[in-house]
């Protein structure tokens, strides 16, 4: 498969930047982007969704990730961490990354759902 990118997130909960009291949930996560394609890509765009608990959602794009668009090559991989800060203890994140592969094809590598959870918050 020539565009074949897989994307593995790693989530925690960072509590000494949390303020339940204030309704702020801080939470890292950590990307793992790998090209298991046949040719090589750029990542150009970042799209997120993140909906809280009470159904807030808020929409985020943007050029790059962490101010990089990094380009890898078939079996490369490129690792991030950011974060998110919600109003709620548990919330989804999900997007896409806006691709083009050394031929010139543009095309969107999806981010599955992934929770955002205080510890011990789901049952």
Known sequence: MK???NIKVDVRFIQDQ??????QFTFSY?????????VGAQLLTR????????GHLEEVIGEGVVGQQPHLHPGE????????VIKTATGTMKGAYGMI?????????EIAEFILSEPYTLH
Do not use: K, V
């Open 47 to 54: 799209r997120w969704l993140i909906q809280d608990e009470t």
């Open 30 to 38: 950590t990307i793992t982007i790998t090209n298991n394609g046949s």
């Open 18 to 23: 949390s303020h339940p009291e204030h309704r």
């Open 3 to 5: 565009n074949n990118i």
């Open 101 to 109: 592969n050394d031929d010139g094809e543009r095309f969107d590598a």
């Open 77 to 84: 991989s490129y690792q991030y961490t950011s974060g998110s």
